[in-house]
């Protein structure tokens, strides 16, 4: 299982102790090569302590670890004789898929629920920042938004927003679930019942923040929210450091979004890494590293056994594989599958189409341990 | 063409000037890892800057240049649509050949050129030892060695008669060659004519001697011969580095080969690298990144468009890929060719056999292309 967890500066595992994050010279080793050698040589050294070494290995990864995955079984495919790579935008980089297609998605999940909760999320920004031009606007939000401390910035407001929505979309999840805040089932909809029950004469803003306190506070246990200074939630430390430098993924927001449109300058991009790391991003590497233009062409004749799994209500699907390469290389796609659903545990509510997903999963692996164990014994 | 002139550290490359080889600071980017990934950073740099961004690419390499080759199509299967590795000994690593195949297998070209040939060698590395226990022994041996000056060690003509032998076994090519030393065709014929013709009586030495003399004074021009102190006439500098880090290739001479019997220490090893270079060696990394142990298995279903050829005359033959493994990962073996005899120029005397071997080469790479294109349109 390739994750986050299990991989050098994420979790537990620092390398360098407490100056792990010091600088570029410790942070250099913070790098999907390095984590992938790192892993060949861990299986390889783990198959001889166990004296297994023609025992197969599949590897299975989630989103970065999806990535790590796919990456794994075409550069080591002496170690692992397959990948299920889950939710992993491996095409997210460089000019492979259009810029804006993240955002887009987050918002068709939210059309596809509501119309009217998509306009009213789609409008919420410019009464923000209308607030923001009133003598009294910081205060204002604070009020509305119920935040423990008054606010310094509306931009906190505004990204306080933005996460929960990008968030919720990622985990639409079929049953109840507890993947970055507890959620219930099919949080989109959820939220977009919020806004849609509230007064026509509220607010858009008001409403906004009515859905987003769903992903703040589905437990109904917050008395008042922290939109400033809050220690990262989603542990994801390093990948400040790895999108600074090679994850370089490029994201817009088009006109037709519901978020405000933006572009992506690479200047301010690269100057802000700078400025923090000391490094300059190199936006071409993974795609000269790893591939991605073309994958269809490349792949066809190149490679096997790899499972691309997605979920359509997943804004990262957008970045992955979503068509068969080859009779080997092959994509299992969901309509309603969220971020890497297929590799949360099982649950007595899972609806059929994800109960018929991981059994073709298993289905497929089963067929490559036959292959091997049978091209084993003729050897 | 993946070959060591174009590569950092070797021929004008040097990565930080004069100091490029002043410590394993340096020192440490001369890896086989960072040479594919140049190599892909070049590629695609040359390609975008000739606006030929999908036109195909096929990587070419001999020896250590075939070893990169094989690896670069391995790794970069979107930046190469295919390789043909020459006399690449990529299974000359860790435990997969048999340590001892290298030696045995210059001691055969002698033995099928002559046995009485293969027997004299054999038989004068004793002689040489007897005259270092001489009083006057090093005398006599800078006699018979016709040095230009007075020998410090018998070991430095032991070493050159070694290094005769088997380069000589490497470029035992067809035509008159220049590839280390200009030599005649043929040229293990040529040394064991030389042999076979002396009088009976003269010392297996002496033997010896005048056969080397074929490697070093083909075109006698030498009146004296500098066996101590000389400038590495190969200009592989670099790859004492790299046999220190991670080119590990440990060989033996069995008790069957024309060679002193001789067994390979790691320990040893180890620590004269960490006396040389202050670095540990190794010896699973090169197998653990790129494989090689049952690639046939691994590759019959993963990977395509690679060509090893090999010409069994050439002792790094051993070590190479010497059966077609599927029906685009191919072996063109060759009984009379040696080191990449079919990247050198073309002759008028070329054999048969060589041009036959070319023709298929082209005919291979042609269909690559044609698929190639093919494939292209239909996107």
Redesign the interface.
Known sequence: MLSYSSLKFYGDSMPFGNNSYKSAKTLGYLNSQQAL?DY??LI?SLKQNLSSD?SPVVVFGGSYGGMLAAWFR??????AIGAVASSAPILQFDKITPWSSFYDAVSQDFKDASLNCYKVIKGSWAELDALSTHDDGLIEVSKLFRTCKALHSVYSARDWLWEAFVYTAMVNYPTEANFMMPLPAYPVEEMCKIIDGLPKGASKLSKAFAAASLYYNYTQTEKCFNLEGGTDSHGLHGWDWQACTEMVMPMTCSNESMFPPSSFSYKEFSQDCKKQYGVKPRP?WIT??????????????????MIFSNGMQDPWSRGGVLKNISS?IVALVTQKGAHHVDFRSETKNDPDWLIMQRKQEVAIIEKWLE?YYK??KQ?
Do not use: C
Request: aromatic share 12%; glycine share 8%.
């Open positions: 050698a060949a040589v390889r023609s075409l550069k080591y495919p002496h170690i071409h000269t590293e790893f591939g991605g233009y073309r994958i269809e062409q490349v792949l066809k004749r190149f490679g096997s056994n080997s292959e091209d084993l050897n």
